[in-house]
């Protein structure tokens, strides 16, 4: 395992996970640079012990001098969200796939020691059998899993054809402090909370019974650093991070307290549960918040 100082890019590290990942690494000692065109990120979320730098991932010329000597590179921009990307396929795509590609070109240039991938659970789309695990085949339902799935594939092509050391972390349902509650397509957990905030009802998609394997920030942020630190990840490997718990969106309601009301089901993946062995075995990495300390630290 490598824990000596590095010098590491948090490509997306203004925005949620980007930027609580960069806390972590500044708290460690390495010396961290942030790359974000601030599209979905907030200035005010980047520590200020790091190097922020406004550049955008589509502009490969643009981001390939940041990659100089950096050994660790985190990869967490994108346009994020399912519908979203329903409504903006050519737009989402240029990010989330023409901007990988890009970031995986300027860390190969740049003889970039290991790329770990923010990867989504939303390339497994709809499955017949729960927990989700690596092997099961991608089933992407949204140009976004679809999109999310390619960068997968890009980080296992440029191990095996250029050498560079990948892996990437599949995210379930990630929530903690600086979630995004704004728009439609907010996280229920954070949604609840303002709607809370706001003193009204909760609203619950459908009878609220469908289940969602929630992660909190902190797990996240440990899986990303253990990815990066351990010596048995960087051919490409592909590892949920999820929970490994299946919560209903009630059981959350429950827990965020309040009075609720039920709107029109949409459509969505029923079930989410991860199956985490693979990240136990390879990256020794499993979730210790419960999702009750983790909504009772939000509150």
Excluded at 133 to 156: D, F, H, W
Excluded at 176 to 200: C, S, T
Excluded at 217 to 226: F, M
Aim: with cysteine.
């Amino acid at each position: 395992m490598d824990t000596t100082k590095k010098k590491v890019l948090v490509v997306g590290g203004a925005g949620f996970i980007g930027s609580h990942l960069t806390d972590a690494l500044v708290a460690a000692g390495h010396e961290v640079h942030v790359l974000d065109n601030l599209a979905g990120g907030k200035k005010e979320n980047v520590n200020s012990q790091a190097i922020f730098h406004l550049a955008d991932i589509r502009n490969l010329e643009e981001i390939k001098p940041l990659f100089k000597d950096i050994e660790w590179v985190f990869h967490l921009a994108a346009l994020p969200r399912v519908p979203y990307s329903i409504e903006h396929p050519v737009e989402t795509n240029d990010t989330n796939v023409s901007g990988t590609l890009n970031v995986l070109v300027a860390a190969k240039e740049a003889g970039v020691k290991k790329l770990i991938y923010s990867a989504s659970s939303s390339a497994y789309g709809d499955q017949p059998i729960l927990p989700l695990v690596e092997t099961m085949p991608a089933n992407p339902k949204s140009p976004y899993g679809l999109q999310k799935y390619i960068g997968e594939l890009y980080c296992r092509v440029f191990s095996m054809v250029y050498g560079l050391p990948t892996v990437s972390l599949r995210y379930f349902n990630v929530y903690g402090p600086r979630y995004n509650a704004e728009g439609a397509y907010a996280l229920v957990i954070g949604k609840f909370i303002e709607q809370k905030k706001r003193g009204e009802p909760l609203t619950i998609t459908g009878d609220g019974e469908q289940t969602r394997d929630f992660t909190n920030i902190k797990d996240i942020v440990r899986a990303n650093i253990l990815a990066a630190e351990s010596n048995n990840v960087g051919q490409g490997e592909v590892m949920n991070t999820g929970g490994g718990n299946g919560v209903s969106v009630n059981r959350i309601a429950e827990l965020v307290g309040g009075e609720v009301i039920h709107i029109p089901a949409r459509l969505e993946p029923r079930d989410s549960l991860a199956d985490n062995s693979l990240a136990k075995k390879l990256i020794g990495w499993e979730p210790q918040v419960k999702i009750e300390d983790g909504i009772a630290e939000l509150l």
